[in-house]
């Protein structure tokens, strides 16, 4: 069994409904839903934008944001996908993951490029890239998206990948997951192990947006503290992620860790491209 033979609309699509089948802490999955989402929201999304990928590889990149956040819109009534259909499209439209083809498809980012992934971000009913005095979401969009990117990367991490030409996705993400996949016992193990490491390392800018900064620098602390238990054996580290789930999904489910999950949807997406990531095993009981 093999995911060599999907194509790229394919790959996105399986990547979307990978991530959300996963029983990552905080999140949406097939074991949980919010009261406003529910994984049968994500896993339509998922079908709905995997054409538009396939489709529109060879437009602009905020054509293809623009494209996928209306398919999504035309399934599901929230947002679902925004952060990680803007992570997936320069992901998606680069020719290769390694030397400078993704740097060259970010620095041909144009205004007409700014302009629809403003409007994308406006339809999508969030507000990606914060709301500030000064090149707010709702304002008009500058000529460069790269300086709408760069206004915001301190505040939000998927901004930050357009600046740095995606080195925690590359460099970060996708590499744990891979080695988790090699010392995990299943691809949702890798999974989930590889959504705690991020949340400890980055605090997730979506809980700092609704919580503040102190909540998520809690998120980081306590998802540090889950990996601990994992030294001191299977079931520990299961308690320990039972109880960070709960602390998560408190406060109305504000704590919400998404862009933590987007990272995860990129980091699959990447594992696809690249041809590493291994299909889930049935284990024999």
């Avoid at 929230?78 to 952060?83: A, C, D, K, M, R």
């Avoid at 996705?169 to 192990?193: G, M």
């Avoid at 980081?220 to 709960?246: K, M, N, S, T």
Wanted: hydrophobic share 45%.
């Amino acid at each position: 069994m093999s995911y060599d033979n999907l194509s790229l609309g394919q790959k996105v699509t399986l990547a979307c409904m990978l991530e959300v089948s996963a029983p990552k802490p905080g999140n949406v999955h097939r074991g949980a839903d919010f009261e406003d989402l529910t994984f049968y929201d994500f896993i339509q999304s998922a079908a709905a934008i995997g054409p538009v990928f396939e489709n529109q590889r060879k437009g602009g990149l905020g054509q293809l944001v623009l494209s996928a956040v209306e398919a999504t819109q035309a399934v599901v009534a929230n947002n679902t996908n925004l952060g990680l259909i803007l992570l997936l499209a320069p992901l998606a439209k680069a020719k290769s993951l390694e030397g400078d083809d993704l740097r060259d498809v970010l620095e041909a980012l144009d205004s007409k490029d700014a302009q629809l992934v403003y409007r994308a971000i406006n339809l999508a009913n969030a507000g990606g890239l914060g709301e500030t005095d000064e090149l707010d979401i709702r304002d008009e969009a500058p000529e460069s998206l790269l300086v709408a990117m760069t206004h915001a990367q301190q505040r939000d991490l998927i901004s930050a990948q357009y600046v740095n030409s995606f080195h925690d996705v590359l460099t970060v993400a996708a590499p744990k997951l891979r080695q988790h996949q090699q010392t995990e016992d299943s691809q949702i193990d890798a999974i989930v192990r590889t959504h705690v490491e991020l949340m400890s390392l980055y605090p997730d800018s979506l809980i700092a947006r609704k919580c503040g900064a102190e909540i998520a620098r809690e998120s980081a602390v306590r998802a540090a503290a889950v990996l601990e238990q994992a030294e001191r054996g299977r079931d520990a580290y299961h308690a320990a992620l039972a109880d960070f789930d709960f602390w998560l999904r408190t406060d109305g489910h504000r704590r919400n860790p998404g862009t933590t999950a987007d990272f995860i949807g990129a980091a699959l997406f990447v594992g696809l491209r690249e041809g590493w990531l291994q299909p889930p095993v049935q284990t024999q009981a």
